[in-house]
């Protein structure tokens, strides 16, 4: 089993920021060419270019390692077949091959190519061109690496996970995915766990009024002045700070339903897909919410983490089932987080609602609704202050203030599954 860590590269000197830039931008190249080739083919109506037509295309071309060039043609071609199958399946969504030209490209380098030394890691650049040299202490079982621009330099790390055996578990489980909250698990046992999203929107909301008060600043600035390149990025530093604090909580609640699993002994997993709840109009601020969901990272992170636990794991539409009874079947739509039926009076939480009732659909089997569940916060409580208990009023007569040191670290301190600290170089 594998599992990807980041590591951020931060405090770059123009050196080494300069030659990451012109490598992605050789990787872009890469691939602008195998999409003129693949597009005049089509054009003229003659065999698409294969893995070796494409192999040979770039050989020996461009300025980077053989391997890495090899990466970008297969990344092109799977690119290509999922196009192709899309095209068949869903022809509503009038997918398009490739057909714009590209600036930058993530380039990556297989396990045979990366060389590691304690204390740095050496990326090959292609035969008599320096290597890249990262002061990173890889772990001894990571394999591919890949560098990626997200608002700054990233290295994405492939790293091998041992796996323990176990037996497989004969307990069905059904994930409901919420907005406000982000899993309610329901077993055929009538075990039920609720995992609260709140954390997670107030770090957007948090984020988006920022952005806004920054871009108000921003837009009384000449562009590209001194003034405008400083709060550009404070931006950019305020959109990193959110993302890496929002994966750490949706990490720490994907495994904590993981891990109430296990502990139920879960050995096939449903997760509801709730696509169709976005199709709907419901307003400026509701919309707005609605485009933040993240839904589909979710279900990527509940079902890689089940692999590594040995559940299987399949997802579906979900539609329907948060509006009918589980008791008698009456179908009506809730507005509050208690279902309350209107015809045989029947409540309970509106979320296990919708997860008991996958039970029926996708299982073929009823499941008496959980009369207790368990709920959980993401992450762990932040640790009061020191004088958190002591009021304003006795600060101000004895003249003491907040330390700014604490008060900062406790905004910015995060802790990530598959983030490490920041390096420097």
């Given at each position: 089993m594998n599992t990807v860590k980041i590591y951020q590269l931060n405090s770059l000197s123009p050196t080494h920021y300069q030659r990451l830039r012109a490598?992605?931008?050789?990787?872009?190249?890469?691939?602008?060419?195998?999409?003129?080739?693949?597009?005049?083919?089509?054009?003229?109506?003659?065999?698409?270019?294969?893995?070796?037509?494409?192999?040979?295309?770039?050989?020996?071309?461009?300025?980077?390692?053989?391997?890495?060039?090899?990466?970008?043609?297969?990344?092109?071609?799977?690119?290509i077949n999922t196009t192709q199958q899309l095209r068949k399946t869903h022809p509503q969504m009038r997918m398009r091959y490739p057909y714009k030209e590209k600036a930058f490209y993530p380039v990556s380098w297989p396990a045979q190519a990366v060389c590691k030394e304690p204390g740095r890691v050496l990326?090959?650049?292609?035969?008599?061109?320096?290597?890249?040299?990262?002061?990173?202490?890889?772990?001894?079982?990571?394999?591919?690496?890949?560098?990626?621009?997200?608002?700054?330099?990233?290295?994405?790390?492939?790293?091998?996970?041992?796996?323990?055996?176990?037996?497989?578990?004969?307990?069905?489980?059904?994930?409901?995915?919420?907005?406000?909250?982000?899993?309610?698990?329901?077993?055929?046992t009538s075990k039920a766990l609720i995992v609260t999203g709140r954390g997670i929107r107030s770090l957007k909301r948090q984020r988006t009024k920022a952005l806004d008060r920054m871009a108000k600043k921003q837009s009384r600035c000449t562009k590209h002045s001194r003034r405008w390149k400083k709060l550009q990025s404070a931006k950019t530093k305020q959109s990193r700070r959110a993302e890496r604090r929002i994966r750490d909580q949706r990490h720490q609640a994907t495994r904590k339903v993981i891990t109430?699993?296990?502990?139920?002994?879960?050995?096939?997993?449903?997760?509801?897909?709730?696509?169709?709840?976005?199709?709907?109009?419901?307003?400026?601020?509701?919309?707005?919410?609605?485009?933040?969901?993240?839904?589909?990272?979710?279900?990527?992170?509940?079902?890689?983490?089940?692999?590594?636990?040995?559940?299987?794991?399949?997802?579906?539409?979900e539609r329907g089932t948060s509006s009918q009874c589980p008791s008698c079947g009456h179908k009506h739509k809730p507005r509050n987080r208690q279902w309350i039926c209107k015809a045989c009076g029947f409540t309970g939480h509106r979320d296990l609602v919708g997860s008991i009732n996958m039970h029926t659909l996708f299982f073929g089997e009823q499941v008496n609704f959980p009369?207790?569940?368990?709920?959980?916060?993401?992450?762990?409580?932040?640790?009061?202050?020191?004088?958190?208990?002591?009021?304003?009023?006795?600060?101000?007569?004895?003249?003491?203030?907040?330390?700014?040191?604490?008060?900062?670290?406790?905004?910015?301190?995060?802790?990530?599954?598959?983030?490490?600290?920041?390096?420097?170089?």
């Open positions: 490598a992605q931008q050789e990787a872009a190249r890469i691939w602008n060419r195998c999409m003129e080739l693949h597009r005049d083919a089509r054009l003229q109506h003659e065999p698409w270019p294969g893995r070796d037509v494409l192999q040979k295309a770039t050989k020996g071309l461009f300025a980077l390692h053989s391997q890495s060039i090899q990466m970008v043609t297969h990344a092109f071609l799977a690119n990326l090959p650049m292609g035969r008599g061109r320096p290597s890249l040299v990262l002061p990173l202490a890889l772990p001894d079982t990571s394999r591919s690496v890949t560098l990626v621009w997200n608002d700054g330099y990233e290295l994405h790390v492939c790293v091998e996970i041992p796996q323990e055996e176990q037996a497989p578990g004969e307990v069905h489980a059904t994930v409901d995915l919420g907005e406000i909250h982000l899993a309610a698990v329901t077993t055929t109430f699993c296990i502990e139920q002994e879960v050995g096939t997993l449903f997760i509801g897909n709730p696509h169709g709840v976005r199709k709907g109009n419901n307003g400026r601020h509701h919309n707005q919410r609605m485009s933040l969901w993240e839904y589909s990272k979710d279900i990527d992170y509940l079902t890689h983490k089940s692999e590594q636990a040995h559940i299987a794991c399949f997802t579906g539409s009369r207790s569940f368990t709920y959980l916060r993401p992450g762990n409580v932040r640790k009061s202050c020191r004088r958190a208990d002591t009021p304003q009023c006795r600060l101000s007569e004895s003249g003491l203030q907040p330390h700014v040191a604490d008060v900062v670290s406790s905004e910015t301190g995060y802790r990530s599954d598959d983030a490490e600290k920041p390096v420097s170089l």
